[in-house]
């Protein structure tokens, strides 16, 4: 197996020295209306493409948990929702088939071990928790943590790309991760990880093309937003910190993985300024990932991410 990867790294490392410069030179990616947006961008394809050790069928978790509890390693949560191209809309039931080596650097090619399939709920949400991958030689340079992953709308064609994680020293001298720009380019790959106790969460949200519905977009931060929640994670109260930046009629609710409509916390209209809203939810609600969400005239503009415990 280490022998099959090494001889895949080569032929990757030997073709992306072919390239030169070549990536630097082709046009960002754009969205429909053809015009680059610093907060709408589409997803990349990653240098090293799909690998070897991909295994199709890999298994639906419909709680998103990919990694076993008693998995060795760090564990990881990754949220974020799936977008249309120009960021206006989101896509549900859009499937994540992940891949991963675990904390010895090593991959599952006779089962499923860290291979598993997610999908975007009815607000284009997704979440899936897994442990962070270890690390393992590409020659004699450390390939960056990585997790593997093709994404599938509905209806629309798959794109295969892996994500990266921000502060990994590898990631300079990788002949993939290192990309920034072109067809390639791993930029908004690489994503930020907060220390929450014993895991390590991060936020990635994806543009790619497919069918949409009206849904969550930051490109409406014009209208309002979610400064912040308290605490997070939360047992019994939920503070919610919001802003409202024009007279608008105002929603603040909360969905779950499957994009079930949790809470309606607050519906009124309500003119330019600071707010708070406080939810106390009911004693039987379930821990574990939930999606509060801001609605401005009946369009989603914001999210925060919360955790029950």
């Known amino acids: 197996m280490k022998k099959n990867r090494r001889q895949f790294l080569k032929n990757a490392s030997l073709a992306f020295l072919a390239l030169g410069t070549a990536p630097s030179i082709l046009a960002r990616s754009k969205n429909k209306a053809g015009d680059t947006n610093a907060t709408c961008n589409a997803l990349t394809e990653d240098f090293y493409g799909e690998g070897p050790f991909y295994t199709s069928d890999a298994p639906f978790f419909s709680n998103g948990i990919i990694a076993p509890e008693n998995e060795p390693g760090t564990r990881l949560l990754v949220t974020g929702r799936i977008q249309t191209l120009d960021c206006t809309q989101v896509i549900p039931n859009t499937e994540l088939d992940l891949w991963q080596a675990n904390d010895a650097a090593e991959y599952d090619n006779e089962g499923f071990h860290l291979r598993g399939r997610v999908l975007s709920n009815s607000q284009g949400f997704y979440s899936f928790e897994t442990i962070w991958p270890g690390k393992y030689l590409n020659f004699n340079i450390l390939r960056p943590r990585h997790i593997h992953v093709k994404i599938t709308t509905p209806n629309n064609p798959e794109i295969t790309t892996q994500l990266y994680f921000e502060g990994d020293t590898s ?26 106790g014993d895991v390590l969460e991060g936020t ?106």
Not at 172 to 193: K, V
Not at 274 to 280: E, L, N
Not at 298 to 308: A, E
């Open 171 to 196: 990631i300079p001298d990788d002949p993939a991760a290192s990309i920034t720009s072109g067809p390639f380019d791993a930029t908004h790959r690489i994503i930020s990880l907060t220390n929450n």
């Open 204 to 309: 990635w949200d994806i543009v790619i093309d497919g069918e949409g519905i009206l849904g969550t977009s930051d490109i409406h931060l014009t209208n309002g937003m979610i400064y912040s929640v308290s605490p997070n994670p939360f047992t019994d109260e939920l503070n919610i910190y919001y802003g409202v930046f024009k007279p608008s009629n105002i929603k603040i609710e909360v969905y779950d993985l499957q994009g079930r409509l949790v809470a309606s916390i607050k519906e009124n209209h309500l003119t330019s300024d600071k707010y708070t809203a406080t939810w106390r939810p009911q004693m039987e609600l379930p821990s574990g990932v939930y999606f509060c969400t801001l609605k401005v005239n009946d369009l989603q503009v914001h999210y925060k991410k919360i955790i029950k415990k």
